[in-house]
């Protein structure tokens, strides 16, 4: 019979990859979201968007490897996330600008 620290744990760790599934949606809708009109190739952002999907993959890696402590796994995820987020918001209003003129 498993002790209710282990049940706790179990659910903890499926609530984080839930969350960090969840994450890995972020950037490509944030993409298709302010992504200039008619913008075809190349794609300079999408080099963003994949690392940032690596990072909260690796934070999903961290919750699965290491059960004890799953919230270590989330905040890489959450903090990777909105790191890319910025650099993203950074980068495509200058590509807006580009394209107008």
């Known amino acids: 019979m498993e002790t ?3 049940l706790m744990t179990e659910q903890l760790q499926t609530l984080c990859l839930a969350i960090g599934l969840l994450l890995s949606c972020v950037l490509p809708v944030m993409v298709k979201l302010m992504e200039p009109p008619g913008a075809r190739t190349p794609r300079p952002w999408m080099r963003t968007v994949w ?3 690596g990072f909260i993959a690796l934070g999903g890696l961290l919750i699965v490897g290491f059960p004890a402590h799953p919230l270590l796994g989330l905040v890489v995820a959450v903090a990777s996330c909105i790191v890319f ?3 993203l918001r950074r980068d495509l209003p200058m590509l807006r600008a580009v394209q107008r003129s």
């Open 4 to 6: 209710l620290h282990q």
């Open 51 to 53: 690392k940032g999907q």
């Open 85 to 87: 987020a910025f650099k």
